[in-house]
């Protein structure tokens, strides 16, 4: 990668922080967002740090075998992205939140541990798919990076109990999309609690999934 197109990676980074942070979808020093270098490494916004803050030049740099190389030390939740990297080759990017919604959920008793979300609309089912549970493990314990790492190869975007989501993509765009369209099917799902709701059936998720190749 030419220091140009690292550069502008590294800007990039920064205006998604910023956007999330902006529209509530990320707050105080919580979250991260990673993008992949041609060599296997990847761009990764440090520990301690506020998306709506970044500094592309303060980003940490690690290698393919996720050990830092530059920048700013990497957050402990490190492990999230490496693991997807490894076991999604195409995954360009990753972005874990606290989102708000997305947590609510990911703390509800009861729920389909295969598959969190009901598919309210089209477009869930087609930016995000299947999300299943992981179960609940101390942040930055290694234990969750195994637990993540038993469903990356089948899920690009998975939910941690009483955590939040973690979601990868095959550009940044992608990825942030994908968490948006989470956060906004899971705000639906807690607005439609006590209601009698009318999921996509089985045959139109199919049906989706075959003409746009689905999540």
């Avoid at 998604?16 to 490494?41: K, Y």
């Avoid at 930016?127 to 195994?146: F, N, Q, S």
């Avoid at 099917?185 to 199919?206: D, Y």
């Amino acid at each position: 990668m030419s220091a140009t197109t690292e550069s502008a990676l590294r800007e990039r980074i920064c205006a998604c922080g910023a956007s999330l942070f902006r529209r509530g979808l990320t707050f105080g020093s919580t979250g991260n967002i990673s993008a992949r270098l041609p060599d296997g490494g990847w761009l990764m916004t440090p520990t301690n740090a506020s998306l709506g803050e970044l500094d592309p030049a303060g980003l940490s740099k690690l290698d393919a075998e996720g050990r830092h190389v530059a920048g700013g030390k990497p957050t402990k939740e490190a492990f999230l992205h490496r693991v997807m990297y490894a076991k999604r080759p195409s995954c360009e990017a990753v972005v874990h939140l606290h989102s708000t919604h997305s947590v609510a959920v990911s703390c509800l008793h009861g729920i389909d541990a295969h598959d969190c979300l009901p598919p309210i609309t089209a477009y869930y089912v087609m930016r995000v798919g299947r999300l299943p549970l992981v179960p609940y493990h101390p942040p930055g314990d290694e234990t969750l990076a195994r637990a993540v790492e038993k469903l990356a190869g089948e899920h690009h975007a998975v939910l941690l109990a009483n955590h939040g989501p973690v979601v990868s993509g095959t550009s940044l765009d992608n990825a942030m999309y994908a968490t948006e369209e989470l956060e906004e099917t899971a705000k639906l799902f807690l607005l439609l609690r006590g209601s009698a709701i009318r999921p996509l059936t089985g045959e139109q998720v199919e049906e989706l999934r075959q003409r746009f190749g689905g999540a």
